[in-house]
Antibody
């Protein structure tokens, strides 16, 4: 049973960089059948995709966040990471890491989610 | 950008059928997935690839997708089905795209 666990600071100052890591256990991040994604949910709001990465390093980013986001993978540690630069209060959210099935011609669904970590942007 | 539209709320009586829609341009040409999220919890996949149920999801959950609309149907709705439901599809420009979510209330 694959499990995902987010880790990182719960408080980030405005204009600084939010950094989170997701550790994959019970499976390998190098599997060819999955992308690894970051999703966030502002308080009281819906789900928003941030982006994702394949084990080869291929990435996709939500267009409106692309200029501020970097997602990377560290295969030996079975981890992938998120960096979001120049954060504001609008980036306050629960951040989830997730596994996105891509066993077909296109990625389709998220079958595993982390528990989520709350990140607050405040001075 | 590619947008998915859901009704903000749906109400249903216990034992009745709940129907939640998700609309998007030519959505029927894309696979749609559905997630259930209860307060304070991570989302859970309940339908993938339009109409498939993951292991452990009750048979009362079903899905369909045609034209511009995907539909999640919950037959014999129970109180424990009360939750937020999100549809999701993949788009070549916006990638993982979620609907705005529907709050299902079981009255």
């Amino acid at each position: 049973q694959v499990q995902l666990q987010e880790s990182g600071p719960g408080l980030v100052k405005p204009s600084e960089t939010l950094s989170l890591t997701c550790t994959v256990s019970g499976g390998t991040i190098s599997s060819p059948s999955y992308y690894w994604a970051w999703i966030r949910q502002p308080p009281g709001k819906g789900l928003e995709s941030i982006g994702g990465i394949y084990h080869s390093g291929t990435t996709f980013y939500k267009p409106s966040l692309k200029s501020r986001v970097t997602i990377s993978v560290e295969t030996p540690k079975n981890q992938f990471s998120l960096k979001l630069r120049f954060v504001t209060a609008a980036d306050t959210a629960v951040y989830y890491c997730a596994r996105l099935d891509s066993s077909g011609p296109l990625p389709t669904y998220i079958d595993v989610w982390g528990k989520g970590t709350t990140v607050t942007v405040s001075s | 950008s590619y947008d998915l539209t859901q009704p903000p709320s749906v109400s249903v009586s216990p034992g009745q059928t709940a129907t939640i829609t998700c609309s998007g341009d030519k959505l029927g040409n894309r696979y749609t997935s559905w997630y259930q999220q209860k307060p304070g919890q991570s989302p859970v996949l309940v339908i993938f690839q339009d109409n498939k149920r993951p292991s452990g999801i009750p048979e009362r959950f079903s899905g369909s997708n045609s034209g511009n609309t995907a539909t999640l149907t919950i037959s014999g709705t129970q109180g424990l089905d009360e939750a937020d439901y999100y549809c999701q599809a993949w788009d070549s420009r916006t990638f993982v795209t979620f609907g705005g979510g529907t709050k299902l209330t079981v009255l």
